[in-house]
């Protein structure tokens, strides 16, 4: 059983559409992390939300922690190829434990 | 400021081999935590190393250990290998053992047991 079920899985759009990844679970965290991976590397920190219903904003991409800091969403504006990749939400409980991850495509 | 790295990048096992995989952590860190990832999958926790003490561990078996260096670098030794083993093995390391967690990880070492 996953302690944080991200969906969808598998995301596969074309340049300039948007896209929301969601990160849900039972528990709930002091924080939550949005992480990005690409083939042959390890997953890079993309932003830590910590306040119920906090959202936070890089470039095109829209964080947001659910107000009982249980659930997290990622909202991709005009995504991309550059995009692509292994997107993964981390909940911390003593250690940061990862959903399975969303894979991205962005086609030109 | 180095950062996280790993060694080796590629490792071929056959079943039952024992293997051991290296970490540096990122300078100025003093705690180390290891992580399994399976293909498309995300990683699970093995276990975390904060000033050579085990500091909490995943639901992985006690074939899986560890150790920290009082360089803070770190270890990953798994025993008698199955062929499940096969994944990429990622090590992060972070500022401080408790609290927040901000992880650097490292590229990882994909290991391939037959």
């Known amino acids: 059983t996953q302690l944080l079920e991200q969906s969808p899985q598998f995301l596969s759009i074309q340049e300039g559409e948007n896209l929301t990844v969601y990160c849900n679970s039972s528990s709930v965290f002091s924080s939550l992390q949005w992480y990005r991976q690409e083939p042959g590397e390890g997953p890079v920190l993309l932003v830590t939300v910590v306040t119920g219903g906090e959202v936070k904003k890089l470039k095109r991409l829209t964080f947001q922690f659910g107000d009982a800091r249980k659930d997290s969403s990622l909202h991709i504006t005009a995504a991309q190829p550059g995009d692509t990749g292994l997107y993964l939400c981390a909940g911390e409980l003593g250690k940061l434990i990862f959903g399975q991850g969303t894979t991205l495509q962005v086609k030109p | 400021e180095t950062g996280v790295t790993q060694s080796p990048t590629h490792l071929i096992k056959t079943r039952g081999q024992q293997v051991t995989l290296r970490c540096s952590s990122q300078?100025?860190?003093?705690?180390v935590s290891w992580y399994q990832q399976a293909l498309g999958q995300g990683p699970q926790f093995i276990f975390q190393?904060?000033?050579?003490?085990?500091?909490g561990r995943g639901n992985f078996p006690p074939r899986f250990s560890g150790l920290q260096f009082p360089n803070y670098s770190s270890e990953l030794n798994v025993n008698a290998l199955e062929l499940d083993d096969s994944a990429l093995y990622l090590c992060a390391s972070s500022g401080t053992g408790t609290g927040r967690q901000k992880l650097f990880f490292g590229s990882g070492t994909q290991l391939s047991v037959l």
């Open positions: 300078s100025g860190h003093n705690t």
């Open positions: 190393y904060y000033r050579e003490e085990e500091n």
